[in-house]
């Protein structure tokens, strides 16, 4: 787990902060062309979408390996470590399966999209590649919460406590 959290950090951060970067330059670029030549980046819209998509994915990961999800924990307190250990391994299981198998129906979209030939409205751009990384972050966020899931269960009971926190 220690290269896990030195390694899926560094590429999906990247991965993040490239996409953010270009919707940063591809924003700015856009306001000044509207300002002083009175004319926008055209498929500029479309660009900044397929961006925030591999911003958003990139970033489910890390927010899976940090366990920064939004919580209900109203009741922790009044419930055992040992019990809110079991809770958290069946969460984490729970949310590797579902990612799992989101990445294999995002998988088969992309291949349908692929041969269909699916591409954006303006500047033509195939879909399917997006989908597929789409799907390989989430089948990579599956693989976390499995992980996370198999930790917990070999984890002290105050460090389950600690997840929670």
Do not use: N
Request: some cysteine; overall charge negative.
């Amino acid at each position: 787990m220690p290269r896990l959290k030195k390694l899926l950090p560094t590429l999906c951060g990247l991965l993040a902060a490239l996409a953010l970067f270009g919707i940063m330059v591809l924003t700015f670029v856009d306001v000044l062309g509207r300002k002083f030549l009175s004319a926008s980046v055209p498929g500029s819209l479309e660009l900044t979408e397929l961006l925030m998509v591999v911003v958003i994915f990139a970033g489910l990961p890390l927010v899976s390996l940090q366990r920064e999800h939004v919580v209900f924990d109203s009741l922790d307190r009044w419930t055992p470590a040992a019990l809110r250990r079991m809770q958290l391994a069946a969460v984490d299981l729970l949310s590797a399966a579902l990612l799992l198998g989101l990445a294999w129906l995002m998988w088969s979209k992309a291949g349908q999209m692929a041969g269909y030939g699916d591409i954006t409205a303006q500047l033509q751009l195939p879909l399917a590649p997006f989908v597929y990384v789409m799907a390989v972050l989430c089948a990579v966020t599956a693989g976390v919460h499995a992980v996370l899931a198999l930790q917990t269960q070999e984890a002290p009971t105050d460090q389950a406590e600690d997840a929670y926190v």
